[in-house]
């Protein structure tokens, strides 16, 4: 199993910028990659942002140069940088682990607010 536990959302301004953390722990090994998704209000939950085992990644158009994933291995942290934040923004933000071996399991954190007043 893996524990996901995000922190840093809250309330800002368009234009202002949050980074959120994800602490992963557990069963780290053959975990493929991890990333950040959003659920706004009525809306389906969206993948915006993945890293992957080897440091790539991978962005949804809504997000692209003004979002940064990155992690920290020695913390088992993920990060999400948001700059130049809008309305649009607002979401609850959740970490994601996925990993294929020995199986396919994905893992979701509890989820964290963030938002994006004009």
């Known amino acids: 199993q893996v524990q996901l536990v995000e922190s840093g959302g809250g309330l800002v301004q368009a234009g202002e910028s949050l980074r959120l953390s994800c602490a992963a722990s557990g069963s780290l090994s053959s975990i493929n990659a991890m990333g950040w998704y959003r659920q706004a209000p009525g809306k389906q939950r969206e993948l915006i942002a993945l890293?992957?085992?080897?440091?790539?990644?991978n962005y949804a158009d809504s997000v692209k140069g003004r979002f940064t994933i990155s992690r920290d291995n020695a913390k088992n942290t993920v990060y999400l940088q948001m700059n130049s934040l809008n309305p649009e923004d607002t979401a609850v933000y959740y970490c994601?682990?996925?990993?294929?071996?020995?199986?396919?399991?994905?893992?979701w954190g509890q989820g964290t607010q963030v938002t994006v007043s004009s």
């Open positions: 994601y682990a996925v990993r294929n071996k020995p199986a396919y399991e994905q893992y």
């Open positions: 890293i992957w085992i080897d440091d790539s990644t």
